[in-house]
């Protein structure tokens, strides 16, 4: 690398570090963040221009770089697995930093309370997933988990495990998500049956269905707000 092109022989307030402590995390650009997790260069290229070639890998958009495995971060030139890992770890933070936030809610009141948890744990998947959240009666979450994973194009929900494990946590209310890594919003037939068979089954042992989620990407559908459910 030349040294010009050093990040050390910058000057400090152009230096990511030094430029976040004076000047605060708001200041930096994207890549300047991503510099500060890859943490050095190689002898081509500097931190910053590395983060810059993963952030091109990705279109210049962070939802993207979500998606990307370590594997895949790997394929840029100069990152290597712990870089790569590191950058990973990074973003997960995020994802559950912001499902956190939603987690203390009071109580959920509306699909877009029950879609600010599960969006970021089913936004940045390749394959899809199926997740339950677990509510008293006060429509607060007790629990949440994935309960099954499957391929592109569907994952199967056994209603008996969901079942169980609204007994074990004493929930009296159910909220149900499962995500399309097509993109396509729209429920297919088989979602609608699973959703009519989940919530007859939930409704003899006296808990309520209160939403079937879909999740594409950062948008949602929500089978009871369409009139579905």
Known sequence: MNQSNSIKNWSEDERPREKMMQKGTTA??????????????????????LARDILSLAHNNLHELGRLSVPELQK??????????????????????????????AAITQSADAAEIAIPLMRDLNHEVFCVLYLN??????RHEIISSGGLTGTVADIRIILKNAVLQNANKLIVAHNHP?????????DKELTKKMKEAVEWMDIKLLDHLIVAG????????????
Not at 28 to 49: P, W, Y
Request: aromatic share 2%; proline share 1%; charged share 25%.
């Open 28 to 49: 930096l650009t994207d890549a300047e963040l991503l510099a500060i997790l890859i943490s050095s260069g190689t002898k081509e290229k500097s931190a910053l221009d």
């Open 76 to 105: 840029t030139k100069g990152i290597g697995e712990a870089r790569a890992i590191t950058i990973a770890a990074a973003l997960e933070l995020g994802r559950r930093r912001q499902m956190g936030e939603a987690l203390q809610r």
């Open 137 to 142: 009666q006060a429509n607060r979450v007790i």
């Open 182 to 190: 097509s993109g396509n919003l729209q429920p297919s037939h088989a």
């Open 218 to 229: 950062t948008n949602y559908l929500s089978m009871a707000d369409e009139g579905i459910l």
